[in-house]
Every structure is written in structure tokens, then in C-alpha cells.
């Protein structure tokens, strides 16, 4: 069964589609179990989307084998109900969930504070008492968009009304898909510059990472729908744009000095595609390439990330983990992945929360991995990069370092 996502553009809200289902168990609870994470309960630090998103991505394979919903709430929580599903499957997840987030006072190791994180029910014994329990949270739900209603209706109008966007389904991506298929995608290529940049020392180009602009994409084909809100159907549409990435590259890469970079699915490194570019890109240019591989991509299925980075081991391709939070990065072994390189996500709340000793640890981790080896993307501020340099990074990407970059006179 499909994992299900936050939902917008006047489709139910998650509140509605879980009473729902909840009702329709009542005859079918024979091996049905759930689990309710409490993440409202976190600091706000810790329930930003991408954390939110990471730590439902963990439940995919449980819920797609074990005819399960996954529901992410407004409130942020998320419940999980899945079928024939062992108790510990479930609470495998649930402790890499807390593992995720075990600096949260919520989540502490001695799991004092586990009846606060996560509620369970076997659904043959507990159904009752969970069908209370959803029907709370639903009216809970129903008197927050109730105050909403009021406030919004209490304020002035706007001279203009922006509408709200819509969810990507089946039948807008086959009509964005239509929409590339005969158009000329270089024109939404973008190029990033990776920098190598040391205290007191200007930029110096390592190589350029290659991406569709999806931003750009939206806008110029469909401004009003929301591209990320189905996992599923979202990841069908960067497999197509993986296959026009490829067909575009080696042409568009011939005149370019600098290392290329391109952050595609695992998947198409598997497809005849790949064979296919990698045909043309190697007549065309002699240049070194960097394969960017997303975490959540390698993680939803390990064999087939290991097959891939093989494969592009044996033809002389560098592969790069991209996706890491700095809560993540420590929890992974370069070298036991057989990974090249790895990508660290900086945002604004990064330095609030690497301090003290998770500093010092989070620099152990750079060392231990190899400067050269990490990556600090989305560097949009000077902020970004001095937290960088106090933790022995030294390659950085991002807005910032193309202003830098810019001023030098440096063109990609």
C-alpha cells in the first residue's frame, strides 16, 4: 500500500483520512498494530520538514509490506498502522527514530520519558481504546481549523487572493511528463559550484555539481502545483528528469573545464540510460564524474545501493552520499559504505544546535572522515561557513560561495 503524505489543495487532511480508516478497522483489526509518535512533543528545533520527513521515510518499507498508512498529522506527529507486522520491526524503527533525535530531552537513553515519544496498540486488544484516542486528536484538529476560520475571517482582506497550491497526482505528472518529453531541458539546467575554501583564503572550483532546476520547472510548467507533495509520485518524475539529465550532460559538460557532479536515483544508475550516457559521455569529455546519490534513496533499498556503487566503482565514477543532517552524518561510516564523499545540509538552526560536546564530536566525525571528504551544502551565509571552518570542513556549496566566487571573477 502507498505511504501517504501531507495533503493539500482542498484534498482531506490527514485528520480526516485517519478517523476514517480507523472506523473502517473496526471488523479487520486481526493483526493490525500501530504506533503513535508523539514529535509535537519535541523541541521546535527538531520539528523541522526535513527531520519530520527523514524520520516517516524510515516507516516506507514496513508500511508498503505490511498493507500499512502512515499519517503525518498538523501537529507534527505521526501515527503508523500496519498488519502482521512483529513488534520488534516496529520498534526497530521507532529506536533509529529516537536515535535521530536523542539530544531532545523527550528521547533521552535511559527511555524515561518513552510513554511521552511513543504510544503503541495491538488493534485486536486495544481498537477501543485507539478509536478514543484518534477520535481526540481529530477534534482537536477540528477546533484548531475552527480558530483558524475565525482569525482569518476576522482579518482585512487582501487586494489580491493567491490560491493555494495543488497536490501532485497521476494525471498532472503524466501531463508535466508530456510537457518535457518534447522540450528542450537546457534551459533549466543549473550549475553549483563545489569550493575548496580555507580560513583567511579565497574560493578555489573543485568541481560543478549539474541539476534540473525543479523551482524553475514548477513555474514555467505548472505554478500552482506543489511537486512534493506525494514521495512517490515526485520520485517517478526525477526518474524521467534523470533520463533528460543524462541525454543533455555530455554535450553540455564538453566545454567545461571543471569536474561535473550530477545527483540522480539509484535506480537510474541501473537503467540502460546510464549505459547509454555513459557511451557518450566518455566520447565527449575525459572528465572525472561525481555520482550524487540522495540518503533517503540509498536507504529505502541498501542491495541495490550496493550494486550501483559497485558498478560505478568499476567504471571509475566517485559516489557521493548527499542528504545528511548533522544529527545523521556521525551515524554513518564512510568507509564501511564504500562512499567517496559525503554532503552535510547546513540551515540556520544548524549552529544552535552543535555545540558543546556534540561539537567536539561532530568535529572528530570530520576528521575521522577526511576533510576532503565532506562537503557543507546550501551555504547561503557567511555564518555557514565559519561554523564549517570551526569543525575542520573545508569544502563548501552554496549561495554564499557563489557570491564569493562572483566577486573573484570566477565564471563556472
Given at each position: 500500500m502507498a505511504l501517504n503524505t501531507r495533503t493539500s489543495g482542498g484534498l482531506p487532511d490527514h485528520e480526516e483520512l485517519l478517523l476514517d480508516y480507523t472506523l473502517r478497522l473496526e471488523r479487520h483489526v486481526e493483526g493490525r498494530r500501530a504506533v503513535h509518535l508523539h514529535m509535537s512533543k519535541l523541541r521546535k528545533l527538531n520539528q523541522r520538514d526535513h527531520y519530520l520527513r527523514i524520520a516517516s521515510n524510515n516507516f516506507s518499507n514496513l508500511v508498503n509490506d505490511h498493507e500499512g498508512q502512515l499519517y503525518r498529522l498538523r501537529n507534527n506527529?505521526?501515527?503508523?498502522?500496519?498488519?502482521?507486522?512483529?513488534?520488534?520491526?516496529?520498534?526497530?524503527?521507532?529506536?533509529?527514530?529516537?536515535?535521530?533525535?536523542?539530544?531532545d530531552p523527550l528521547v533521552d537513553s535511559e527511555g524515561e520519558n518513552d510513554l511521552e515519544f511513543v504510544t503503541w496498540y495491538n488493534l485486536e486488544n486495544d481498537y477501543d481504546l485507539f478509536v478514543r484516542d484518534i477520535k481526540f486528536i481529530h477534534n482537536e484538529y477540528r477546533s484548531s481549523i475552527e480558530t483558524?476560520?475565525?482569525?482569518?475571517?476576522?482579518?482585512?482582506?487582501?487586494?489580491?487572493?493567491?490560491?493555494?497550491?495543488?497536490?501532485?497526482?497521476?494525471?498532472?505528472?503524466?501531463?508535466?511528463?508530456?510537457?518535457?518529453?518534447?522540450?528542450?531541458?537546457?534551459?533549466?539546467?543549473?550549475?553549483?559550484?563545489?569550493?575548496?575554501?580555507?580560513?583567511?583564503?579565497?574560493?578555489?572550483?573543485?568541481?560543478?555539481?549539474?541539476?534540473?532546476?525543479?523551482?524553475?520547472?514548477?513555474?514555467?510548467?505548472?505554478?500552482?502545483?506543489?511537486?512534493?507533495?506525494?514521495?512517490?509520485?515526485?520520485?517517478?518524475?526525477?526518474?524521467?528528469?534523470?533520463?533528460?539529465?543524462?541525454?543533455?550532460?555530455?554535450?553540455?559538460?564538453?566545454?567545461?573545464?571543471?569536474?561535473?557532479s550530477i545527483n540522480i536515483n539509484v535506480s537510474t544508475i541501473l537503467s540502460d540510460e546510464f549505459t547509454n550516457f555513459e557511451r557518450q559521455f566518455r566520447i565527449m569529455t575525459q572528465k572525472t564524474l561525481l555520482v550524487e546519490l540522495q540518503s533517503i534513496d540509498v536507504f529505502s533499498d541498501l542491495s541495490a545501493f550496493n550494486f550501483a556503487r559497485d558498478y560505478l566503482h568499476e567504471r571509475g565514477y566517485r559516489v557521493c552520499l548527499d542528504g545528511l543532517t548533522p544529527q545523521s552524518f556521525p551515524l554513518i561510516r564512510r568507509a564501511e559504505f564504500g562512499l567517496d564523499m559525503e554532503k552535510i545540509i547546513w540551515d540556520e538552526n544548524t549552529g544552535e544546535e552543535i555545540t558543546g560536546g556534540r561539537s567536539e564530536a561532530f568535529r572528530e566525525t570530520i576528521r575521522s572522515t577526511g576533510a576532503a571528504r565532506v562537503v557543507l551544502c546550501r551555504c547561503d551565509s557567511r555564518e555557514a561557513m565559519d561554523f564549517g571552518h570551526a569543525h575542520g570542513i573545508t569544502l563548501f556549496q552554496g549561495r554564499y560561495v557563489e557570491r564569493l566566487l562572483s566577486a573573484a571573477g570566477h565564471h563556472g
Open positions: 506527529d505521526i501515527v503508523v498502522i500496519v498488519k502482521n507486522a512483529t513488534v520488534t520491526q516496529m520498534d526497530e524503527i521507532v529506536l533509529r527514530i529516537k536515535y535521530l533525535f536523542g539530544d483558524e476560520a475565525a482569525e482569518t475571517e476576522n482579518q482585512p482582506q487582501a487586494a489580491e487572493t493567491i490560491a493555494p497550491n495543488q497536490a501532485l497526482d497521476a494525471r498532472r505528472l503524466g501531463q508535466m511528463i508530456e510537457v518535457i518529453s518534447t522540450s528542450d531541458v537546457t534551459s533549466l539546467l543549473r550549475r553549483q559550484t563545489v569550493c575548496a575554501i580555507l580560513p583567511g583564503e579565497t574560493a578555489r572550483p573543485v568541481f560543478n555539481e549539474i541539476f534540473v532546476s525543479i523551482d524553475t520547472l514548477r513555474k514555467r510548467v505548472m505554478p500552482e502545483v506543489d511537486l512534493h507533495a506525494n514521495r512517490w509520485l515526485f520520485q517517478h518524475l526525477t526518474e524521467f528528469l534523470d533520463v533528460r539529465l543524462l541525454r543533455a550532460l555530455p554535450d553540455a559538460e564538453r566545454a567545461v573545464e571543471l569536474p561535473a
